[in-house]
């Protein structure tokens, strides 16, 4: 277990892209689910508006070829609402999207530019009109996604547009005109949105990559890389009511390095820091993962071993300080050499109560003549 460095780097910013993207998709899919009847019912209403001017036959070829473009999009959203894709499985979905709503974006333009070519200059505003609506609701719904945003409003917008270019008279080219400067305005306001909601998204990845900077720096030891004894108190306390639950036996050994004082005073504090985190990289290379390590202060440290009888426990005690005993630490131009003193208790779901009676058994063993292990 290693710290990591309390600053976001600017590369950090490259990992998010994905899941930004991601979060994108997933917003826009919330957000624009009503749109898929709103389109057809803007249709509808404009048709209805225009009713007597235009082809009868027209308008329902029209509207029955947007209503299965409707159905196309609604089986694909409800396919995604069934699937429930998490993360960046999400990702898999922007294709559907995005070709679904080409397709009924197009269908929409056409319709228009259908519209607006069988009425008269007044109707055209009208139809006009409602270009600008849907221009305006499509710059909303899917402002999460910039490029799908600009593609729905020009599949919408630029057909009617053009065809407005190429009329004669004053007003059509007014018209076109007016309908160049609401597709600027709304590309521009698009471009505004999805920078502010680009920056959102990637200042709550940052916020949350220092939380768990700040998490990581609460429950680790800085020196030696592994649980502090808050953490390993936490930790413990969950390993060991589990092993309640399950009747399994816990055991916990209780490590404190030989002689440490004079390691410090022979060969410097960076000696023993040395020392120190050699000893925190032993303890995660020779034991488990599910055992919970942790370095307790100065030069003492623990080791709680679920599910683990007390024999086995002293088995695993022995064969780490032997390990100790036999791993030279290079400083300098020597190779420093340290012993551990091991005390092992069991039998108890009471961390506090473990802990005083290793710290017991450890003391027995320094009694001892250092270099051993004692079980309580």
Known sequence: MTNVPP???????SPYDAAIRADRLSLLFRQSFPALFLSLLIACIMCWTLWGSISPHAVYAWIS?????TLIRLIMFLRYFGTRPQGQQILAWERPYAVTLMLSSLIWGLGALYLIHEVKTMQQGIVLFFLAGMLGGSMVTYASHRVMTICAMSCVMVPSTLWLYIQPGQAALGMAIASTVMIATAFLGTKVLSKAMQSSLLLSYQLQHARDIAENMARTD??????????????????IRLCERNAHPVSILLIDI????HVND?????????????????LESQFRKTDICGRFGGEEFAVLLPNTEIAAAKILADKFRETVADTAIPWQTENLGVTISIGVAADSYDLESLLHRADMAMYQAKASGRNATVCL
């Not at 070829?65 to 473009?69: D, K, P, R, T």
């Open 7 to 13: 600053t976001i780097p600017d590369q950090l910013v």
């Open 65 to 69: 070829v947007l209503g299965v473009s």
């Open 222 to 239: 800085a020196l030696t890389g592994i649980f502090n004894r808050r953490a390993f108190a936490e930790c413990g306390e969950q390993a």
């Open 258 to 261: 030989d002689f440490f004082k």
């Open 266 to 282: 022979a060969h410097g504090h960076g000696a023993g820091d040395l020392v120190l985190k050699k000893m925190g990289h032993l």
